[in-house]
């Protein structure tokens, strides 16, 4: 007699990884506490949903680490929109592009036409 498989699906309280990181980037799981649902999310690598705001590990920060971080968040924005610039130069070049003077002849194409040429 053949041995069914159990669908994991259909057996209820067995949830998958996938399915689990799913629902987290959902949003968040009402059936957790807080704390749980911070360990899930931690444990399957799950990012938080984009709806929410992220918190900030220290309530006050120094003066000095305000700059710095505003520095850092600056520094970031300016790589970020010249990477943008980049990438529009780059999709604007490859439109814009000349087409190639000298095709060079495929081997294939070359061992055709001889064939070719042999044939009487």
């Known amino acids: 007699m053949e041995e069914k498989r159990k669908n994991t ?3 209820p309280g067995v949830v998958t990884e996938g399915a689990a990181q799913a629902v987290l ?3 968040a799981a009402r059936e957790l506490s807080p704390e749980e649902e911070k360990v899930m999310r931690l444990r399957l690598g799950a990012s938080p949903p984009a709806t929410t705001t992220l918190d900030w590990a220290e309530e006050e920060l120094s003066e000095d680490l305000q ?3 505003q520095a850092m968040q600056i520094e970031a924005w300016m790589k970020w929109k010249a990477h943008l610039a980049s990438q529009k130069t780059l999709k604007h070049a490859v ?3 000349a087409p190639p ?3 060079r ?3 294939v194409k ?3 036409i001889r064939a070719l040429r042999r044939k009487p």
Do not use: N, W, Y
């Open 25 to 27: 980037r959902r949003g």
């Open 9 to 11: 699906r259909s057996r």
């Open 105 to 107: 002849p495929s081997r």
């Open 110 to 112: 070359e061992k055709i």
């Open 67 to 69: 700059i710095e971080l």
């Open 95 to 97: 439109v814009h592009a």
């Open 101 to 103: 003077t000298s095709a």
